[in-house]
């Protein structure tokens, strides 16, 4: 039976996962109100039966679950379903805490307490990325060395090497292919990215260009790819540059 909305049409499913039954009330109310159809949670394995039944648009986690963490359950879903944009909501603001969690494949950090207008802003941004993804035509875009695979989210380096990225990391990529050999702004690749250009996104963003970096080798030959322009933004180049001995590896944008 296919779920409707408020208003009785169909509409994108929001996977909501926390054990505070109260917040969680809370949320599904907020999510209804804006359209969107609430799927309620309150531990990884009613989510990850959710998952696979209801076909959730976006997917909102907290940390601070049982029987296993959050990070465990953004784990599982990413590899259940490497394209469902999934957003953390938590009190944990440590750095370390918002690393792991973007590590293990969460697109998107959130603190408690938090203004709803902020989180649904959030969300229906992810819904729309997902939408646009879903109805490209394209199927791949090459770039010098690089082939990006737009339907599974695949990059090719150089004919050989073949790394699944998360949905931030493709987004960050797709959007300096489009651009490449160009400096693209700091608030262009927030807002392409994330769908906002706020303080959280700058911090996910960081973290997502240094974990690409990670994986594509930058600075090990003593060259890079992408390309930190402080105060300005980012440029992925067809031809590596020569990265001078005491550069940072992480930008400052």
């Not at 959710?50 to 029987?67: G, Q």
């Not at 957003?87 to 697109?107: I, W």
């Not at 989180?119 to 791949?140: F, H, K, N, P």
């Not at 600075?219 to 001995?245: A, H, K, N, Y």
Request: aromatic share 4%; proline share 6%; with cysteine.
């Amino acid at each position: 039976m296919e779920r409707v909305n408020k208003n009785g049409s169909s509409a994108p499913r929001v996977l909501l996962v926390d054990d505070e039954r109260d917040l969680l009330e809370l949320l599904a109310f907020v999510v209804e109100q804006a359209g969107f159809v609430p799927i309620k949670a309150v531990d990884p394995t009613q989510a990850l039966e959710a998952l696979e039944n209801e076909h959730p648009a976006v997917a909102v986690v907290d940390l601070n679950l049982s029987p296993w963490s959050g990070f465990d359950l953004i784990q599982e879903i990413r590899r259940r379903n490497p394209k469902l944009p999934i957003t953390v909501l938590t009190a944990r603001a440590g750095e370390d805490d918002k690393v792991r969690a973007l590590d293990q494949g969460a697109d998107d950090y959130v603190v408690k307490p938090f203004a709803h207008r902020e989180l649904m802003a959030r969300i229906r941004a992810q819904v729309r990325r997902a939408e646009l993804e879903q109805g490209a035509s394209e199927a791949t875009l090459a770039v010098g060395r690089y082939h990006l695979d737009l339907r599974e989210r695949l990059l090719v380096v150089d004919g050989e090497s073949q790394l699944r990225l998360t949905g931030t990391e493709f987004r960050l990529v797709e959007c300096l292919m489009r651009r490449a050999d160009s400096v693209v702004a700091s608030d262009i690749l927030a807002r392409y990215v994330w769908g906002y250009n706020d303080p959280p996104a700058r911090e996910a963003m960081r973290v997502t260009v240094h974990r690409l970096r990670r994986k594509l080798g930058d600075g090990r030959s003593g060259s890079q790819f992408i390309e930190t322009i402080p105060g300005i933004g980012l440029r992925l180049r067809t031809l590596p540059s020569e990265l001078p001995s005491e550069e940072a590896t992480e930008p400052s944008l």
